[in-house]
């Protein structure tokens, strides 16, 4: 069976340090792979998706960036954190793109 | 522009108690709906999907009902559990583009 997995599953960061939140996809090969951001009474908002290795589509202008050096992992990162980056992110996978998705535990980072 | 809207934003019910959520989409062309439930600080889970000849569709005492023609969906909670508060989310794929668009949530709180 799949899996998917998240870290950290909390982060306090001050403004303007760095970010990495990895999330890694168990059992399955080459799935389709998202990152999203729910803020405080909001939607999820899509801000990545990949469909391979090394192919990021960015939904939203913004001070993030992600990666996927392999094909089961997928990076969140930033080089200098905003207030307005705080929020729930959450990785997710599907089989094909837009697909039903399967969502991961999400972590929860507050700037501050 | 493709939007989901989803009614109450929130809800509080008595245990045993059943509800309704509504979400209403305005997605065109339309490919299929799906009903999330959302634990706090977890990720969703896929509670149903309908296609657009699938007019209902149960998953133990949860029943989503989909109306094609007036672009509606209802979530409909059967002898409500404490376990069942949650935030419950409404995406709908389709548009030019066919992708997710995800509704703002119903939060419910149930009620001993």
């Known amino acids: 069976s799949q899996t998917i997995h998240q870290w950290p599953a909390t982060l306090v960061q001050p403004v303007g340090s760095p970010l990495s939140l990895e999330c890694t996809v168990e059992?399955?090969?080459?799935?389709?792979l998202y990152w999203y951001r729910q803020a405080a009474g909001r939607g999820l908002q899509l801000l990545f998706y990949s469909v391979g290795i090394g192919q990021i589509s960015s939904e939203v202008p913004q001070n993030l960036s992600a990666s996927r050096p392999q094909d089961r992992q997928f990076i969140l990162s930033s080089k200098k954190l905003l207030l307005s980056d705080s929020g729930f992110y959450l990785c997710?996978?599907?089989?094909?793109?837009?697909?039903?998705?399967?969502f991961g535990p999400g972590t929860r980072l507050t700037v501050t | 522009k493709n939007q989901v809207e989803q009614s109450p934003q929130s809800l509080i019910i008595l245990e045993g108690k059943n509800c309704t959520l509504q979400?209403?989409?305005?997605?065109?062309?339309?490919?299929?709906l799906r009903w999330y439930k959302q634990d706090t600080g977890r990720g969703p889970v896929s509670l149903t999907i309908m296609t657009f000849s699938e007019n209902t569709k149960s998953n133990g005492r949860y029943t989503a009902t989909l109306d094609a023609d007036t672009k509606q969906s209802s979530l409909h909670i059967t002898a409500s559990q404490l376990s069942d508060s949650a935030s419950y989310i409404c995406?709908?794929?389709?548009?030019?583009?066919?992708?997710?668009?995800f509704g703002t949530g119903t939060l419910l709180a149930v009620q001993p």
């Open positions: 979400c209403n989409y305005t997605v065109s062309p339309f490919s299929n």
């Open positions: 995406v709908v794929k389709g548009g030019a583009t066919n992708k997710l668009i």
């Open positions: 997710a996978w599907s089989e094909r793109l837009a697909m039903g998705q399967y």
């Open positions: 059992g399955t090969s080459n799935p389709n």
